[in-house]
């Protein structure tokens, strides 16, 4: 399967679909942190090369929750980060999994089919995700961790790299994701 994974820097979604055999690629305007098929550059360019799956990771920081207190009087760039994420819901892809935090997208297109927590997928932290999907079925949980879960990307140190560190996937949903969505 060729999987495109959208607006990710890390290689972590992109190398678990990899290590179960499929043709995998990153693409984001950083380069890549981990050696691996990576295309540097704005995704919308590829989406239309004979993508059978992508796994989109669209920026948030002009649409999540976590940062509505600073909304006011940047609704040009909160406008054209939803019409980004718009665009890559609509892709030409025929199986398409948009994630991003609670925020703008669930009014702006449409309530997630799928919230998921980290703690849902081995990693015993909090971190609400949504995922708006196209011809997938929902993510089931692989590895349910008990209380107590601590909020591990708000609790990250200030720092040049924290939006970075807070962007990340985690090893188990990454994982959780090939897993289950490799046999479309």
Known sequence: MRVLVACEFSGIVRDAFRARGHDAVSCDL???EVDGPHVRGDVL???THGWNLMIAHPPCTY???SGAR???GRETEQNAAIEFALALLNAPIPHVALENPIGKLSTAIRKPDQI???WQYGHAETKATCLWLKNLPTL???NILPPPHAPRVHHESPGPDRWKNRSRTLQGIADAMAEQWSSL
Do not use: C, D
Request: no cysteine; aromatic share 12%; glycine share 0%.
């Open 30 to 32: 950083l380069p890549t």
């Open 45 to 47: 360019r590829i989406l």
């Open 63 to 65: 649409i999540a929750v």
């Open 70 to 72: 600073w909304w006011k």
């Open 116 to 118: 998921i927590q980290p």
């Open 140 to 142: 089931a949980p692989t």
